[in-house]
């Protein structure tokens, strides 16, 4: 079982930018994929992004329609860890955002198909 620790959650302005980071430890991320998902208040559980390394030589990404051009994913090998930038910060992105892990590389933002997740951490829109 994988253990996942999010951080970077963050006030942030209308606008702005801000890289959310997802620490793995229990495994190498060489053989999982793993996905960012975010939760606002009262709304269900959405998949924005995930990342898998392909033929062992280099990593895929897939990301929700909504979100293509303004969230990238990536992943440094070297630190066992997934981040997730996220640029011209909406209304709609406030949210406690997760990261998830399932050990295959099928890409999906299906979260019933993750079966390790980390606590989340919050990112907030400024006024």
């Known amino acids: 079982q994988l253990q996942l620790v999010e951080s970077g959650g963050s006030l942030v302005q209308p606008g702005g930018s801000l890289r959310l980071s997802c620490a793995a430890s229990g495994g190498t991320l060489d053989y999982y994929t793993i996905a960012w998902f975010r939760q606002a208040p009262g709304k269900e559980r959405e998949g924005v992004s995930d990342?898998?390394?392909?033929?062992?030589?280099?990593?895929?990404?897939t990301y929700a329609d909504s979100e293509k051009g303004r969230f990238t994913i990536s992943r440094d090998a070297a630190k066992n860890t997934v981040y997730l930038r996220i640029n011209s910060l909406k209304p709609e992105d406030p949210a406690v955002y997760y990261c998830a892990a399932k050990r295959d590389p099928i890409a999906t933002l299906q979260a019933s198909e993750y079966a390790d997740w980390g606590p989340g951490t919050q990112v907030t829109a400024s006024a």
């Open positions: 990342i898998s390394l392909r033929d062992g030589l280099r990593d895929y990404a």
